[in-house]
């Protein structure tokens, strides 16, 4: 199976600040590589698709960029309602996810 | 408005068995391929099985294969899982969810709506 490692695991950050996460396949996905936002006992919510698809409804502050092995999620300007811990996923074969990175206020 | 709702989970003792339900509203359910995704406490989530719109593919992830079964009922609106050989490492969240393919291919797909989960506990 393809293993998916995010970093890092975690990290603060402050409202406003812009953040990035990452995401690396263990071998090359293209660009069949989704992210998800789950906030404490919820369920996750989709936020891209296809490496850099924004979901609908989802705000623009919100991006995805990458292709192969190397991915990235960024939030250019952290809000509050933005702090959950992000899994990545790719669908380029047997389904499997990161292990999530939590994003934490500072 | 798409909604799915879980149900069946609770406490059962290692070697015992489950059976999961979701019941979906909102959209053709018949229509949509459907997942089990399950979390267990503090950790990341892991893809249980996916079942195609009439039942007739189904996948899983090889660590439950012979142990978990995914089927659904389209009159009912409804996909189940039917967890057998229960074991302490089971416990978790069972979501289900949406698949929804994006593209032509198998693999261009994501999870588009989720159920609110249903916890499992195998425990002596």
């Known amino acids: 199976d393809i293993q998916m490692t995010q970093s890092p695991s975690s990290l603060s950050g402050s409202v406003g600040d812009r953040v990035t996460i990452t995401c690396r396949a263990s071998?090359?996905?293209?660009?069949?590589l989704n992210w998800y936002q789950q906030k404490p006992g919820k369920a996750p919510k989709l936020l891209i698709y296809a490496a850099s698809s924004l979901q609908s409804g989802v705000p623009s502050r919100f991006s995805g960029s990458g292709s192969g092995t190397d991915f990235t999620l960024t939030i250019s300007s952290l809000q509050p309602e933005d702090f959950a811990t992000y899994f990545c996923q790719q669908s380029y074969s047997t389904l499997t996810f990161g292990g999530g990175t939590k994003v934490e206020i500072k | 408005e798409v909604q799915l709702v879980e149900s069946g989970g609770g406490l059962v003792h290692p070697g015992g068995s489950l059976r999961l339900s979701c019941a979906a509203s909102g959209f053709t359910f018949s229509s949509y391929w459907m997942t089990w995704v399950r979390q267990a406490q503090g950790k990341g989530l892991e893809w249980v099985a996916n079942i195609k719109q009439d039942g007739s593919e189904k996948y899983y992830v090889d660590s439950m294969k012979g142990r978990f079964t995914i089927s659904r009922d389209n009159a009912k609106n409804s996909l189940y899982l039917q967890m057998n050989s229960l074991r302490a490492e089971d416990t978790a969240i069972y979501y289900c969810?949406?698949?929804?393919?994006?593209?032509?291919?198998?693999?261009?797909?994501?999870?588009?709506?989720w159920g609110q989960g249903a916890l499992v506990t195998v425990s002596s």
């Open positions: 969810a949406r698949v929804f393919y994006y593209d032509t291919t198998s693999s261009g797909l994501y999870f588009d709506y």
């Open positions: 071998q090359s996905i293209s660009s069949y």
